[in-house]
């Protein structure tokens, strides 16, 4: 498995996603600053 | 040779940096002023004026008090209501706590200004301080240090424009501000009226002094159709009120910033007394 | 080995002493601490009229050109060390020479500091008498101990320049590194206590606000809201400094060499600088950004003064010139691909770099208001909000930023795989682990700038940490699976010297742009005080408080930064003068 490149890049995508998520949402709601969806403009 | 030409090339790369640096726009900040108040001749308009001029100069309130969302906004939201409702607030328990009318507004807005904590609007606290401790300065300590006739005089334009008639008293003949020494020797503070109007190039575009110069409309008489307070407006910013038949940005804008208060009652006292 | 541990602790004993002195420094005088008489106030005819001369223009001048040569002496012991002890794990003798030639061109330097020192002490005291009267009182007794820490620091340096051949191999090594060591503590000491006399004019402390008289300890006045910032901006900005200038000479001598292997040793010495500076400079924004947000928490007032007042325009000269730094630190790496013959395969990826790099560039220097006419200008006099624009656009530039670190950083990466070609299983896979990490880490650091601009102010700030925050991600985790991707690699021949000419004019960019730059920070954080010396505490009533137009800064600046290069040409070639004898008192034997 460690040797296929495809499949390692898939797993990166989601693994990264996954914890880029994780931190930005921490580090936004760290900051007092909930990630809510009615800041948008309307 | 290949020195010159790392020289040569050094040196390119620098005048780039300081052509950059000639073309962005030039601005040179001066030091305030010390305002040198000639006391017995400002009525309320007047004080209001000045309370405007220093509110977005030697106040440095804009600094903060504008659109971009660092402090209440006071020259955009609706004043009027907002102040009642400061003192309303169960959050409040300044001077004014439990008082109201234009009164209480003035010990308010005196209390924001001297002891900006006393009453954080919510939001608008230091971080992590949960709008117990106010980012804004002390305004009658250093840097900004208005003093007490400054700060009424500031009072009086919040006042005014929250629609209520200023409270705060008039400067008497006592309060009279003694100048900083090293300002009372600026060289090019005008004392007398003539003088002023020459230094601002009035005549240039009034029928002043006999210059027939109309660019601007004729001031004599113009004490007859304006009150002081007005006048000093029509000085300060031109822009408020245009005059007939003429166009506004032709007067320049900025003798709020470049006249001392002294210049200006001089130039306002020897206007009114224009003849026709 | 008995003997080298001892040595080593010898030497790590001086060390500590020597971090304690300091200590005791910042305490000495206490006693008379209670200095009751206030901040003097001077009237306009209180500051000396000296033939006509800008006395302002002097101590400015005087005062950078000091801190541009004291960057310099006190960030070359500091990496010398750093590669003399690269010497010693790796055996590799290369090193040590470089190290060597280091102090040796910073050796003439460290006079003219001095001298330069001497006459900034001079002018200030001409030009300024009362400030620096009430700067004394506040003081007290540090002075003197900068003085004597300055005599050691003489004293320390020259005993590490001079005893290096003597000390050169075995346990003597670690003898002549702890020398080093201690040099390098009693240089940071000398320039943290002068930062802390620069941020207590910003942020003063230890005095009472309302009539300046002293009421706190040394300690406390040092110890002031902004020194801390400042010690590690400085620090790390000395450090990308040092590393340009050095490199600057490299480049110099590798053009001006013909002897092929003295070539591959300026390219590679080259080379190392570069990596120094930019290793120093890559956490400089983030050192930057703490500075800013301990002047908005000390005042509000004096921070929206240098973010949105007059000083707005200097942030975008700024952006400027650190992106002038990249784009050449960048163009070297990419020329430094041909050193190898797998560099070819990495080249074609340059252009989307430079894409990138140029794109960033320019969306960092769009200003958000370009027409500010007079008229806009005069109705700002204390007005700023106009030119708090392009806080406005924040968001943009933030990303544009963030995104020049990664590929800068990227086109570090592939220089450094070009020269080794990994062995694990795993290589490739790995490869596109680091791959998604890239495309993700963009991604988010986009997201989190489009976030930003459709939100509200707060939330603009509060966007910028995640983007920062993945720059170091991708960096960091890139580096640690390099790690395990390359272990036991083979490494593949770097011809040294195998770069072009003109890749050596992206090594003069890079100590030209900084030496400037260094000058225009000066310009701000001074212009921070306004019209104060001591900022609330002591107001400057010269006839020169005001803060000059950048144009008259950049002038000021450029005119500085030119005498300071003179000076370089001179140091360099003293240290080339050396080499020249010798070499002729060689040839006949």
Same mark, same amino acid.
């Given at each position: 498995?460690?040797?296929?490149?495809?499949?390692a890049l898939?797993i990166?995508l989601?693994f990264?996603?996954?914890?880029f998520y994780?931190?930005?949402?921490?580090?936004?709601?760290?900051?007092g600053?909930?990630?809510a969806a009615n800041?948008?403009?309307k | 040779?290949?020195f010159l030409r790392?020289?040569?090339f050094?040196?390119a790369?620098l005048?780039?940096f300081?052509g950059?640096?000639?073309?962005?726009?030039q601005i040179?900040?001066?030091p305030?002023?010390?305002?040198?108040i000639?006391?017995g001749s400002l009525?309320?308009?007047?004080?209001?004026s000045?309370?405007?001029?220093?509110?977005k100069?030697k106040?440095?309130?804009?600094?903060?008090?504008n659109g971009?969302?660092?402090?209440?906004?006071?020259?955009?939201?609706?004043?009027?209501?907002?102040?009642?409702?400061?003192?309303?607030d169960?959050?409040?328990?300044?001077?004014?706590a439990?008082?109201?009318g234009?009164k209480?507004?003035?010990?308010?807005?005196h209390?924001?200004m001297?002891?900006p904590?006393?009453y954080?609007?919510?939001?608008?606290?230091k971080k992590?301080?949960?709008d117990?401790?106010?980012?804004?300065p002390t305004?009658?300590?250093?840097?900004?240090e208005?003093?007490?006739?400054?700060?009424?005089?500031v009072?009086?334009f919040?006042?005014?424009?929250a629609?209520?008639?200023?409270?705060?008293?008039l400067?008497?003949?006592e309060?009279v501000?003694v100048?900083d020494?090293?300002s009372?020797?600026?060289?090019d503070?005008?004392?007398?009226a003539?003088?002023a109007?020459d230094?601002?190039?009035?005549?240039?575009?009034?029928?002043?002094f006999?210059?027939e110069?109309?660019?601007?409309?004729p001031?004599a008489?113009?004490?007859?159709r304006?009150?002081?307070?007005?006048?000093?407006?029509?000085?300060?910013?031109p822009?408020?009120?245009?005059a007939?038949g003429y166009?506004a940005?032709?007067?320049?804008?900025?003798?709020a910033?470049?006249m001392?208060?002294?210049?200006?009652?001089?130039?306002?006292?020897?206007?009114?007394?224009l003849?026709? | 080995?008995k003997?080298?541990?001892?040595?080593?602790?010898?030497?790590?004993?001086?060390v500590l002493?020597l971090v304690?002195?300091p200590?005791?420094?910042?305490?000495?005088?206490?006693?008379?601490?209670?200095?009751?008489?206030?901040?003097?106030?001077?009237?306009?005819?209180?500051?000396?009229?000296?033939?006509?001369?800008s006395?302002r223009?002097?101590?400015?001048?005087m005062?950078?050109m000091h801190?541009?040569?004291a960057a310099?002496?006190l960030?070359v012991p500091l990496f010398?060390?750093?590669?003399?002890?690269?010497?010693?794990?790796?055996g590799d003798?290369?090193f040590?020479?470089?190290?060597?030639?280091f102090m040796?061109?910073?050796?003439a330097a460290y006079?003219?500091?001095?001298?330069?020192g001497?006459?900034?002490?001079?002018?200030?005291?001409?030009f300024y008498?009362?400030m620096?009267?009430?700067?004394?009182?506040?003081?007290?007794?540090?002075?003197?101990?900068?003085a004597?820490?300055?005599?050691?620091?003489?004293?320390?340096l020259y005993i590490y320049?001079?005893s290096?051949?003597?000390?050169?191999?075995g346990?003597?090594?670690w003898?002549?590194?702890?020398i080093?060591?201690?040099?390098n503590?009693?240089?940071l000491?000398l320039?943290?206590?002068?930062n802390?006399?620069?941020?207590?004019?910003?942020?003063p402390?230890?005095?009472?606000p309302a009539?300046?008289?002293?009421?706190g300890?040394? =300690?406390?006045?040092?110890?002031?809201?902004?020194?801390?910032p400042?010690?590690l901006?400085?620090?790390?900005?000395?450090?990308?400094?040092?590393g340009?200038?050095?490199g600057?000479?490299?480049a110099?001598?590798?053009?001006?060499?013909?002897?092929?292997?003295k070539?591959?040793?300026?390219?590679w010495?080259?080379?190392?600088s570069n990596?120094?500076?930019?290793?120093?400079?890559?956490?400089?924004?983030f050192?930057?950004?703490?500075l800013m947000?301990?002047?908005?928490?000390?005042s509000q007032?004096?921070?929206i003064?240098?973010?949105?007042?007059?000083?707005a325009?200097?942030?975008?000269?700024?952006a400027?010139?650190i992106?002038t730094?990249?784009?050449?630190a960048?163009?070297y790496?990419w020329?430094?691909?041909?050193r190898?013959?797998?560099?070819?395969?990495?080249a074609?990826?340059?252009?989307?770099?430079?894409?990138v790099?140029?794109g960033g560039f320019?969306v960092?220097?769009t200003?958000?208001?370009?027409?500010?006419?007079?008229?806009?200008?005069?109705?700002?006099?204390?007005t700023?909000?106009?030119l708090?624009?392009?806080?406005?656009?924040?968001?943009?530039?933030?990303?544009?930023v963030?995104?020049?670190?990664v590929f800068?950083?990227?086109?570090f990466q592939?220089?450094?795989?070009s020269?080794?070609?990994?062995?694990v299983?795993?290589?490739?896979?790995g490869?596109m682990?680091i791959?998604?990490?890239?495309?993700i880490?963009?991604?988010?650091?986009v997201?989190?700038g489009l976030y930003?601009?459709?939100?509200?102010t707060?939330y603009?700030?509060g966007?910028?940490?995640?983007?920062v925050?993945?720059t170091?991600?991708?960096?960091?985790?890139?580096?640690?699976?390099?790690?395990f991707?390359?272990?036991?690699?083979?490494?593949e021949?770097v011809?040294?010297?195998?770069?072009s000419?003109?890749?050596q004019?992206?090594l003069f960019v890079?100590?030209?742009?900084?030496? =400037?730059?260094?000058?225009l920070?000066g310009?701000?954080?001074?212009?921070?005080?306004?019209?104060?010396?001591?900022?609330?505490?002591?107001?400057?009533?010269?006839?020169?408080?005001?803060?000059?137009?950048?144009g008259?800064a950049?002038?000021?600046?450029?005119?500085i930064?030119?005498g300071?290069m003179?000076?370089m040409?001179f140091?360099? =070639?003293?240290s080339?003068?050396?080499?020249t004898?010798?070499?002729e008192?060689?040839?006949p034997?």
């Amino acid at each position: 498995m460690l040797r296929n490149k495809w499949l390692a890049l898939v797993i990166g995508l989601a693994f990264w996603a996954a914890y880029f998520y994780f931190i930005d949402k921490s580090i936004m709601e760290g900051q007092g600053l909930p990630v809510a969806a009615n800041l948008m403009p309307k | 040779m290949t020195f010159l030409r790392v020289v040569l090339f050094s040196v390119a790369v620098l005048l780039v940096f300081t052509g950059f640096a000639n073309v962005l726009p030039q601005i040179q900040s001066d030091p305030p002023k010390e305002e040198i108040i000639d006391t017995g001749s400002l009525d309320m308009a007047g004080m209001i004026s000045l309370g405007e001029s220093l509110f977005k100069g030697k106040g440095t309130c804009t600094l903060c008090h504008n659109g971009m969302g660092r402090a209440p906004d006071l020259l955009e939201m609706n004043l009027a209501e907002t102040f009642p409702e400061r003192l309303k607030d169960p959050r409040y328990k300044g001077v004014a706590a439990g008082k109201e009318g234009p009164k209480a507004i003035e010990e308010y807005i005196h209390e924001s200004m001297v002891d900006p904590s006393a009453y954080v609007v919510a939001g608008f606290g230091k971080k992590g301080t949960n709008d117990t401790e106010s980012p804004m300065p002390t305004i009658n300590k250093p840097p900004v240090e208005l003093n007490e006739i400054e700060i009424n005089a500031v009072i009086a334009f919040l006042q005014d424009r929250a629609g209520i008639e200023p409270t705060v008293p008039l400067p008497s003949a006592e309060d009279v501000v003694v100048p900083d020494e090293s300002s009372s020797e600026g060289p090019d503070v005008a004392t007398t009226a003539e003088d002023a109007i020459d230094k601002f190039g009035c005549a240039a575009c009034h029928d002043l002094f006999g210059s027939e110069a109309d660019t601007g409309p004729p001031l004599a008489g113009i004490g007859k159709r304006m009150s002081r307070g007005d006048l000093m407006d029509a000085i300060l910013y031109p822009n408020d009120t245009i005059a007939e038949g003429y166009e506004a940005d032709i007067m320049p804008q900025d003798f709020a910033e470049q006249m001392s208060a002294s210049e200006l009652t001089l130039i306002v006292d020897y206007l009114l007394n224009l003849p026709e | 080995m008995k003997k080298q541990t001892l040595h080593v602790s010898l030497g790590l004993l001086a060390v500590l002493l020597l971090v304690l002195i300091p200590q005791y420094g910042f305490a000495a005088g206490d006693e008379v601490a209670a200095v009751l008489e206030g901040a003097p106030k001077p009237s306009r005819l209180d500051y000396p009229m000296i033939w006509g001369i800008s006395g302002r223009t002097v101590v400015w001048s005087m005062a950078q050109m000091h801190l541009f040569l004291a960057a310099f002496v006190l960030s070359v012991p500091l990496f010398s060390l750093a590669t003399e002890f690269m010497g010693t794990v790796t055996g590799d003798d290369r090193f040590d020479n470089m190290a060597h030639e280091f102090m040796k061109i910073s050796m003439a330097a460290y006079s003219l500091t001095a001298l330069v020192g001497g006459g900034l002490t001079l002018s200030l005291f001409l030009f300024y008498p009362q400030m620096m009267g009430y700067m004394l009182k506040v003081f007290r007794g540090q002075v003197l101990v900068y003085a004597a820490l300055f005599g050691f620091e003489s004293i320390t340096l020259y005993i590490y320049y001079y005893s290096w051949d003597a000390l050169r191999r075995g346990n003597r090594k670690w003898f002549h590194m702890s020398i080093g060591l201690t040099l390098n503590t009693i240089g940071l000491t000398l320039m943290f206590i002068a930062n802390a006399w620069a941020t207590f004019m910003m942020s003063p402390a230890g005095v009472d606000p309302a009539t300046g008289a002293v009421t706190g300890t040394i =300690w406390e006045v040092t110890r002031n809201p902004l020194w801390n910032p400042l010690n590690l901006h400085r620090f790390l900005a000395n450090i990308a400094y040092g590393g340009a200038i050095v490199g600057g000479y490299a480049a110099y001598m590798f053009l001006a060499e013909k002897d092929p292997v003295k070539k591959a040793h300026y390219d590679w010495m080259g080379y190392t600088s570069n990596f120094i500076a930019i290793l120093g400079f890559l956490p400089l924004p983030f050192a930057g950004y703490w500075l800013m947000a301990e002047i908005y928490a000390y005042s509000q007032q004096m921070g929206i003064t240098a973010m949105g007042g007059i000083l707005a325009w200097l942030f975008i000269i700024q952006a400027v010139l650190i992106g002038t730094i990249m784009m050449a630190a960048n163009y070297y790496l990419w020329s430094g691909l041909m050193r190898t013959d797998r560099g070819a395969h990495y080249a074609r990826y340059v252009k989307y770099i430079a894409v990138v790099i140029v794109g960033g560039f320019l969306v960092w220097v769009t200003p958000h208001t370009l027409l500010l006419t007079s008229q806009e200008i005069q109705q700002l006099g204390g007005t700023h909000h106009k030119l708090l624009g392009p806080l406005g656009i924040m968001p943009a530039k933030n990303t544009a930023v963030n995104l020049m670190l990664v590929f800068t950083f990227m086109s570090f990466q592939m220089f450094y795989r070009s020269s080794r070609i990994p062995t694990v299983s795993w290589a490739k896979a790995g490869n596109m682990f680091i791959v998604a990490l890239y495309v993700i880490g963009c991604i988010n650091i986009v997201g989190a700038g489009l976030y930003g601009y459709i939100t509200p102010t707060v939330y603009k700030v509060g966007a910028s940490v995640p983007q920062v925050v993945t720059t170091l991600t991708i960096i960091i985790g890139s580096v640690i699976i390099d790690v395990f991707r390359l272990r036991g690699s083979k490494p593949e021949t770097v011809h040294w010297g195998r770069m072009s000419e003109r890749s050596q004019y992206a090594l003069f960019v890079l100590p030209v742009a900084f030496t =400037w730059l260094m000058g225009l920070m000066g310009y701000i954080r001074s212009s921070l005080r306004t019209h104060w010396h001591v900022y609330t505490i002591m107001k400057d009533n010269s006839a020169e408080a005001y803060i000059p137009t950048i144009g008259q800064a950049g002038n000021t600046i450029t005119a500085i930064t030119l005498g300071f290069m003179a000076i370089m040409v001179f140091v360099f =070639w003293l240290s080339r003068l050396g080499a020249t004898r010798q070499d002729e008192t060689e040839a006949p034997s």
